[in-house]
């Protein structure tokens, strides 16, 4: 079956600029997770999304991070004025529920130039 | 709250030889514990998982890991290298009782030579 798809794959953009990356998780997946890998920071959470519950949001590094999770399926990571330091691999993650295993998709690298 | 140390950010072994990849937890609940393999460009694949059952645990492409509470360790291993064994592998750790993010170690890199 399909796995976690992320789209797009690469993306640059500039400075200050609004970006949105899209999650597609493995139908019938009520858990999905957001998670950032730099290589100054490694691979970090970000969010998680469990059903119809109000999500984790304890991740994200700033006010300029958001996601929502739209029919409980897809899912947008919007960063806001995007920053040098937002540079990065974000990857997105679905399972079953907790504690089943994390199913990761390819991933997005966002460069900000 | 929950952490994991990987000791070694890189590896090298002999193809053929045994590999072993050392990760030791810290966590104020049971713990599950997880490593994941990923290969250039590409996401995170799980390995293998403890999840408070035996505490050998074999996964995929014949790793396998053991769980030491005494240790606080769960180091991976396996019994002879393969070329294509070569990769970063990250181990990782979440708690019981609700919630599932994880927490990772900051990698190991694993080369095989020839």
């Known amino acids: 079956g399909a796995g976690v798809s992320q789209s797009p794959s690469n993306k640059v953009t500039e400075k200050g600029k609004d970006v949105e990356l899209r999650c597609d998780p493995i139908s019938g997946h009520t858990a999905l997770y957001w998670y950032r890998q730099s290589l100054g920071q490694g691979l970090e959470f970000l969010i998680y999304?469990?059903?119809?519950?109000?999500?984790?949001k304890s991740g994200l590094p700033s006010d300029r991070f958001s996601a929502e999770r739209t029919g409980g399926s897809v899912s947008t990571l919007t960063i806001q004025r995007t920053q040098q330091e937002d540079s990065a691999v974000y990857l997105c993650?679905?399972?079953?529920?907790?504690?089943?295993?994390?199913?990761f998709g390819p991933g997005t690298r966002l460069l900000v130039l | 709250a929950q952490s994991v140390t990987q000791l070694g950010s890189h590896v090298s072994v002999s193809e053929g030889a045994l590999v072993l990849l050392r990760c030791n937890y810290s966590s104020s609940v049971p713990p599950y514990l997880f490593w994941y393999v990923q290969y250039p460009n590409q996401g995170l694949q799980l390995l293998l998982k403890y999840t408070s059952a035996a505490t050998l645990v074999k996964g995929i492409n014949g790793f396998e890991a053991e769980f030491k509470k005494s240790e606080t360790s769960f180091h991976l291993t396996k019994p002879s290298a393969h070329m294509s064994d070569a990769a970063e592998y990250f181990c990782?750790?979440?708690?019981?009782?609700?919630?599932?993010?994880?927490?990772f170690g900051t990698g190991t890199q694993l080369k095989v030579e020839l």
């Open positions: 990782a750790v979440t708690k019981t009782g609700g919630g599932n993010k994880l927490t």
């Open positions: 993650a679905s399972s079953l529920a907790s504690p089943e295993t994390q199913y």
């Open positions: 999304f469990q059903g119809n519950s109000a999500p984790d």
